[in-house]
């Protein structure tokens, strides 16, 4: 059975980091196209990142440059650093496995469909 | 950028009706179009891939349709259950989702 079990969520200041972890079970997180969709409180989804063959990644222009998406193989883990944090980015964090349509290439992914998902965890930033 | 309007932002049916959502994107996405239902605590669940079609395990009551920019998401006969938000989402180029449309049941 597929599982996916986000931790590491928290309050934190303006302009600090935070780690995100994902722990995989019934599957194997380095073969499969993975991403991380949040939402903030009240509001819709908003794709975040996606990591794909190798450590291959691309992420939304509202987050490029200050977060970081990896996987720990030895864990089975999905991974998100959270750098330069500002209050826009509160909302519950979710990490999503891909349903093996996705194609990443360059700049471009298609095909992305977030086929199973963890139960989120909640990032608040607050001064 | 790829901008994902949704139409309407909110309904309130009852058992038994037909219910459709309409999604619309800023530009041809092709078949790239999922639609998810999250319901109030929980994480979105898959309902349809590639604009039509049905997710393993989903009710047959669900359907979708379209191509281009224009796509619908149907539910044949609403039921209790279906109570919930629902989300297309395009993945073609840089994913994207739309506002969300808020079901209730009458």
């Known amino acids: 059975e597929v599982q996916l079990v986000e931790s590491g969520g928290g309050l934190v200041q303006p302009g600090e980091s935070l780690r995100l972890s994902c722990a995989a079970s019934?599957?194997?997180?380095?073969?499969?196209?993975m991403s991380w969709v949040r939402q903030a409180p009240g509001k819709g989804l908003e794709w975040v990142s996606v990591?794909?063959?190798?450590?291959?990644?691309y992420y939304a222009d509202s987050v490029k440059g200050r977060f970081t998406i990896s996987r720990d193989n030895s864990k089975n883990t999905l991974n998100l650093q959270m750098n330069s944090l500002r209050t826009e980015d509160t909302a519950v964090y979710y990490c999503?496995?891909?349903?093996?349509?996705?194609?990443?290439?360059?700049?471009?992914?298609?095909?992305?469909?977030?086929?199973?998902w963890g139960q989120g965890t909640l990032v608040t930033v607050s001064s | 950028d790829i901008q994902m309007t949704q139409s309407p932002s909110s309904l309130s049916a009852s058992v038994g009706d037909r219910v459709t959502i309409t999604c619309r994107a800023s530009?041809?996405?092709?078949?790239?179009l999922n639609w998810y239902q999250q319901k109030p605590g929980k994480a979105p669940k898959l309902l349809i891939y590639?604009?039509?079609s049905l997710q393993s395990g989903v009710p047959s009551r669900f359907s979708g349709s379209g191509s281009g920019t224009d796509f619908t998401l149907t539910i044949s006969s609403l039921q209790p259950e279906d109570s919930a938000t629902y989300y297309c989402?395009?993945?073609?180029?840089?994913?994207?989702f739309g506002p969300g449309t808020k079901v209730d049941i009458k």
């Open positions: 019934g599957f194997t997180v380095s073969t499969n196209y």
């Open positions: 999503a496995r891909d349903r093996g349509s996705a194609y990443c290439s360059g700049d471009r992914c298609y095909g992305v469909t977030n086929e199973y």
């Open positions: 590639t604009a039509s």
């Open positions: 990591i794909y063959s190798g450590d291959s990644t």
């Open positions: 530009q041809s996405i092709s078949s790239y």
């Open positions: 989402q395009q993945s073609y180029i840089t994913p994207s």
